[in-house]
């Protein structure tokens, strides 16, 4: 039997899962979430994508991501088989690490949403010390929120959240979400919200967020960014022309995969003389240009992502 298609809307927030396979860990030591927090931040950076709460535990894992227009999949894929490389190098291992694919659930209200939060958040529960201070737990975001510890990454987005509370003081907010997912906790109300999530495709659900609709035709993007960066005057120089022409490929792979959702084959279709690793390699370093500072490429990058919307 076929296995059921994943639900998904261009403008959804999900809860993810994510467990390993039954006869080991997921992560073995504090190293190895670590390392899996900085492949979310890379992730999240490449892909323009937001992360609401996160919580890591021995086994399994829990992400509140809004793609905010990008493919779910796509993202954890790049995500999770870059963990799996990791871990097998790491310990000398072959084969899968993730239990199947990550289950995923559509969130399309405000209730759903704030659930979910404090689900995630009461995680460490049942772990021995963390019962009723889920919030010192180490690898949750639980903390972040409470502004008992640092966001050294730079990873989580509370505005979120703090909108849905109406509270725009950290200190006030910190004190009310505090006394939300300690109820939260106590009553249960999660396990029989659950089973009321949705299913449907239908999806209306925005609540003031930004969202890239990620559907530029891809002629579109080529002429947009070959004219603004003037590629027609490089053209003809040597050998800061052939510089400036590589840079235009790299940054044209990384905003077909980024705003048009474009694989790395679908972008060698649409540039020509491409390997797919050759397209991998030039999609960083069309992220490493945006990531530069120069105001040239994060000026093309955002009136595209405004052309979008």
Same mark, same amino acid.
């Given at each position: 039997?076929?296995?059921?298609?994943?639900?998904?809307?261009?403008?959804?927030?999900?809860? %993810?899962?994510?467990?390993?396979?039954?006869?080991?860990?997921?992560?073995? $030591?504090?190293?190895?979430?670590?390392?899996? !927090?900085?492949? !979310?931040?890379?992730?999240?950076?490449?892909?323009?994508?937001?992360?609401?709460?996160?919580?890591?535990?021995?086994? #399994?894992?829990?992400?509140?991501? $809004?793609?905010?227009?990008?493919?779910?999949?796509?993202?954890?894929?790049?995500?999770?088989?870059?963990?799996?490389?990791?871990?097998?190098?790491?310990?000398?291992?072959?084969?899968?690490?993730?239990?199947?694919?990550?289950?995923?659930?559509?969130?399309?209200?405000?209730?759903?949403?704030?659930?979910?939060?404090?689900?995630?958040?009461?995680?460490?529960?049942?772990?021995?010390?963390?019962s009723g201070r889920e919030e010192a737990y180490k690898y949750s975001s639980y903390g972040i929120y409470l502004g008992i510890r640092r966001d050294l990454l730079g990873l989580i987005d509370k505005s979120f959240i703090m909108k849905l509370f109406n509270i725009e003081d950290h200190e006030q907010?910190?004190?009310?979400?505090?006394?939300?997912?300690? #109820?939260?906790? $106590?009553?249960?109300?999660?396990?029989? @919200?659950?089973?009321? !999530?949705?299913?449907?495709?239908?999806?209306?659900?925005?609540?003031?967020?930004?969202? %890239?609709?990620?559907? @530029?035709?891809?002629?579109?993007?080529?002429?947009?960014?070959?004219?603004?960066?003037? !590629?027609?005057?490089?053209?003809?120089?040597?050998?800061?022309?052939?510089?400036?022409?590589?840079?235009?490929?790299a940054f044209s792979a990384y905003v077909l995969r980024v705003l048009c959702g474009l694989g790395y084959r679908q972008i060698c279709g649409s540039m020509h003389n491409i390997t797919i690793s050759g397209c991998s390699r030039m999609f960083t370093r069309g992220y490493e240009l945006l990531s530069?500072?120069?105001?040239?490429?994060?000026?093309?990058?955002?009136?595209?992502?405004?052309?979008?919307?």
């Amino acid at each position: 039997m076929p296995r059921k298609s994943r639900e998904k809307h261009p403008h959804a927030i999900f809860h %993810i899962m994510s467990r390993s396979e039954s006869e080991f860990l997921l992560f073995r $030591d504090d190293d190895d979430k670590d390392y899996y !927090l900085g492949l !979310l931040k890379k992730y999240t950076d490449k892909y323009k994508c937001g992360i609401y709460a996160y919580c890591l535990m021995d086994n #399994h894992l829990h992400l509140h991501l $809004d793609p905010k227009g990008f493919d779910v999949s796509k993202f954890m894929h790049c995500l999770n088989t870059a963990y799996v490389r990791y871990y097998n190098h790491k310990y000398k291992r072959h084969g899968h690490v993730f239990q199947g694919r990550f289950e995923s659930r559509i969130l399309d209200t405000d209730e759903y949403n704030l659930a979910v939060s404090a689900y995630i958040h009461n995680n460490p529960h049942d772990i021995e010390g963390y019962s009723g201070r889920e919030e010192a737990y180490k690898y949750s975001s639980y903390g972040i929120y409470l502004g008992i510890r640092r966001d050294l990454l730079g990873l989580i987005d509370k505005s979120f959240i703090m909108k849905l509370f109406n509270i725009e003081d950290h200190e006030q907010f910190a004190e009310k979400y505090f006394g939300f997912v300690s #109820h939260q906790r $106590d009553v249960g109300s999660f396990k029989k @919200l659950k089973k009321s !999530l949705s299913t449907a495709i239908q999806y209306e659900y925005v609540s003031g967020r930004d969202i %890239i609709a990620r559907n @530029l035709p891809v002629a579109k993007v080529i002429s947009f960014i070959s004219t603004s960066l003037m !590629l027609p005057k490089w053209a003809g120089l040597a050998p800061s022309g052939k510089r400036k022409l590589q840079e235009f490929r790299a940054f044209s792979a990384y905003v077909l995969r980024v705003l048009c959702g474009l694989g790395y084959r679908q972008i060698c279709g649409s540039m020509h003389n491409i390997t797919i690793s050759g397209c991998s390699r030039m999609f960083t370093r069309g992220y490493e240009l945006l990531s530069s500072g120069n105001p040239m490429y994060q000026s093309v990058f955002d009136e595209l992502a405004g052309l979008s919307t």
